[in-house]
């Protein structure tokens, strides 16, 4: 009987420690309630981070968009105020010369007859009232201006036959400032059919320009080298303090006819050396395409065959020691040959070096001008120094900032035009 009771309490005790054996095994377990609700949780923070990522990448973004727009406005306002500014400036530089501040002295007639005014005496044609009411602009022209239209040779110096076409005198004085810029005007007429073309270049206190007839008129049947040249400009007043300036150096351009009746216009290079101190002023002028030494080229071309050949017989009779008879198929042969060697040197010559030689600077005429009217320019020929042409032209500005005048050889001439380079 004791017997039984200890096997019975042995297996009760054996049963309650396998329950809590059991029951302290399953309180090291989650359960999957448990398990879920963590990682709704983690989802929850993970989804609210991506949106807080979001909001603040949105965020910095339209603060970018804000700043770019805020900047481009401003800097379009700052753009807007420098324009207004530079069109006032203009607007005064161009009227400067008008006290009610309307007319322009760019816009002063370009096509005054050569009669009424010289290269170093511009203020002629407005002393005498033909450009009235431009009193104190300087302006030069030289040239033929005459021009084809239909079947018909007309004159664009005369005001009505410019006033038939398209040609306006605000051509010069709306368009850019630029000493390096070469600015076109074509000229149509009524048919709006091409006539003339003006070149130009716009310094600061003064302007050049080229004017060329689009085809080329024929009087008598004898073609024309129709072209102009001429400036306007504020011209430097003589009674300004020169010696302060000491020595000073011009840089600009040249505007030449490229060959006889050709309508391109080549864009030269020119530098000027003023010498305050004793008056006086020299050159030279590089990159040319042009025509200035042409006739100097030709006149000191050798012409051998002229003396050595003859198609008239009673002249070789007179001289046969010096002369030989020829046929005139064989000296038209020779004749066409000197021709082709002497255009090949005025080629090589229209772009040679071409110095500007010195001459004085002087204060007449109520401007500050200079002239050389006989061999102004020198170059080297065969290993001669051959000197020709003209050169002539005033200082512009208020402190003699520019220079802009005409060069001349023989038939031949180009306008040009320089600005002072900052010491």
């Known amino acids: 009987m ?70 481009k406005e401003q800097k379009a306002k700052e753009q807007a105020e420098k324009q207004y500014a530079e069109k006032q400036k203009r607007e005064q530089l161009e009227t400067q010369l008008d006290p009610q501040g309307k007319t322009k002295w760019r816009q002063i007639a370009n096509f005054i007859p050569s009669s009424d005014t010289s290269v170093n005496n511009p203020l002629q044609a407005s002393q005498n009232g033909k450009i009235s009411p431009q009193l104190g602009a300087a302006a030069y022209t030289n040239g033929d201006s005459r021009y084809v239209d239909g079947n018909t040779v007309k004159d664009f110096r005369d005001q009505a036959t410019r006033a038939s076409t398209s040609y306006t005198p605000s051509f010069m004085s709306s368009a850019d400032i630029d000493p390096s810029k070469i600015q076109m005007l074509e000229i149509l007429n009524s048919s709006g059919q091409p006539i003339a073309n003006i070149h130009f270049v716009n310094q600061q206190y003064s302007s050049y320009n080229t004017w060329k007839s689009a085809k080329t008129p024929t009087v008598g049947g004898d073609p024309i080298d129709s072209i102009m040249s001429g400036y306007v400009a504020l011209p430097t007043k003589p009674d300004i303090d020169l010696k302060s300036k000491g020595q000073a150096t011009y840089r600009g351009h040249t505007l030449a006819q490229t060959a006889p009746n050709s309508n391109d216009i080549h864009l030269g290079n020119i530098e000027l050396n003023a010498d305050f101190d004793a008056m006086k002023i020299s ?110 032209g005033i200082f512009a500005g208020d402190k003699a900032q520019e220079v802009v005048g005409e060069i001349q050889g023989s038939s031949n001439f180009m306008s040009f035009g320089a600005t002072e380079v900052t010491k």
């Open 2 to 71: 004791t017997l039984k009771k200890h096997s019975l309490a042995i297996c009760i005790s054996l049963a309650l420690l396998g329950s809590l054996t059991a029951c302290s095994g399953s309180s090291n377990k989650s359960s999957p309630v448990t398990n879920q609700t963590e990682q709704g949780v983690d989802k929850a923070k993970q989804e609210q981070a991506e949106k807080d990522k979001a909001a603040e990448k949105a965020r910095l973004e339209k603060e970018r968009q804000e700043k770019e727009k805020a900047e």
């Open 283 to 392: 050159g030279k002028l590089t990159n040319r395409n042009d025509r200035l030494l042409d006739s100097s080229v030709k006149r000191f071309f050798p012409e051998e065959f002229r003396e050595i050949y003859t198609t008239d017989k009673d002249e070789w009779e007179d001289d046969k020691e010096n002369l030989k008879l020829i046929s005139k198929e064989e000296y038209a042969k020779l004749e066409a040959q000197w021709e082709k060697d002497l255009e090949a040197k005025m080629q090589q010559f229209r772009k040679i070096d071409v110095s500007i030689n010195q001459t004085d600077i002087k204060t007449d005429n109520s401007v500050i001008s200079f002239t050389n009217p006989l061999g102004a320019l020198s170059y080297t020929d065969d290993g001669k120094t051959r000197n020709t042409g003209v050169v002539g």
